[in-house]
T-cell receptor
């Protein structure tokens, strides 16, 4: 069966420090991978998605970047964190490229920038 | 842009009462619609989905949703709410490779 792992679960970082959140999927190949951010009262905002290695689509201009160095690995990064980067970050995967595909989510990473 | 609207930010119901959470989507040819649930500090779990066919879909945990094209709605229902249903509920629409989510409805259940 497929599983998705996301870490770290909790992170407290000072403003201006770098960030790296990692997500891996097991039990499937060539998944679509996603990073969402959830801020209080704002629902889920799609940040990046990837349909293959090295293919990254950015949905929102921001202080963050994403990379997919391996088929089942998706990394969210920042060189210098801002206070506004605080939030709950969710990684997800799906098995194909249509709107009918179900997303399966990781447990999330809570980032607090101080 | 295609969007999803959940007009109720917060709903409180008594345990055993019925529940309806509203969801409206912007017009589109073939709506793929989903409901997810999120417990505090957790990821999202799929409750049910609608792609085509029967407009009343059944999901896990006793939830159901009805797709109404004329009203551009996909409301989530449960006949009798349990205290463990307290969570945040998200409606979503699938297009191409992505899901667009509503802002969520937080459900509180009183005993």
């Amino acid at each position: 069966s497929q599983t998705i792992h996301q870490w770290p679960a909790t992170l407290v970082q000072p403003v201006g420090s770098p960030l790296s959140l990692e997500c891996t999927v097991e039990g499937t190949s060539n998944p679509n991978l996603y990073w969402y951010r959830q801020a209080a009262g704002r629902g889920l905002q799609l940040l990046f998605y990837s349909v293959g290695i090295g293919q990254i689509s950015s949905e929102v201009p921001q202080n963050l970047s994403a990379s997919r160095p391996q088929d089942r690995q998706f990394i969210l990064s920042s060189k210098k964190l801002l206070l506004s980067d605080s939030g709950f970050y969710l990684c997800a995967w799906s098995s194909g490229g249509s709107g009918a595909n179900v997303l399966t989510f990781g447990a999330g990473s809570r980032l607090t920038v101080l | 842009a295609q969007s999803v609207t959940q007009p109720d930010i917060h709903i409180t119901v008594s345990e055993g009462a019925s529940l309806e959470l509203r969801c409206n989507y912007s017009y589109g040819a073939t709506p793929y619609l989903f409901w997810y649930v999120q417990s505090p500090g957790q990821g999202l779990q799929l409750l049910l989905k609608y792609f085509s066919g029967d407009t009343l879909v059944q999901g896990i945990k006793g939830f159901e949703a009805e797709f109404k094209r004329s009203q551009s709605s996909f409301n989530l229902r449960k006949p009798s709410v349990h205290w463990s249903d307290a969570a945040e509920y998200f409606c979503a629409r699938g297009t191409a490779s992505k899901l667009t989510f509503g802002t969520g409805t937080r459900l509180q259940v009183t005993l």
